[in-house]
């Protein structure tokens, strides 16, 4: 979604055409078509002002949003799938909600595995201390 025109840019195009300079004019110099210019202009007869309105219902909610509660389940369950999580969290929550949750709190889907040349570099290192 492009974002919104500063309020700077609103105030000086706003202001020209205050000063009486012509609306085609101040629309070619800021690069802003002539239609914003006027609804820009609209909005400040009606309101008084022309900020930009605030963006309204942008994304949806998580399913999952005790995130230090679920970071606790993910540890005591990390040798479950992600579909069985979903199962045993309950609350119409699926694998992708429990997939969305674990990328936000930095936790990979891959279980953690020791190589055996990892092991025995652990095992030479403790003998030789």
């Known amino acids: 979604m492009p974002a919104p025109y500063s309020y700077d840019l609103r105030s000086k195009a706003i202001e020209a055409v205050k000063r009486g300079e012509n609306k085609t004019e101040v629309s070619r110099f800021f690069k802003i078509s002539r239609n914003t210019l006027n609804l820009w202009l609209i909005k400040e007869r009606e309101t008084g002002d022309y900020q930009a309105s ?17 970071r606790e389940f993910v540890k005591e369950h990390n ?5 069985q999580m979903a199962e045993l969290w309950g609350n119409n929550v699926t694998q992708q909600n429990i997939s969305y949750a674990c990328r936000k709190l930095g ?9 055996k040349s990892e092991m025995k570099k652990k095992d030479d290192n403790s003998s030789r201390n």
């Open 54 to 70: 605030p963006a309204v219902g942008v994304g949806t909610q998580p399913k999952i949003q005790e995130l230090e509660r679920f």
């Open 107 to 115: 936790i990979t889907r891959k279980k953690l595995m020791v190589t």
């Open 79 to 83: 040798d479950k799938t992600q579909q």
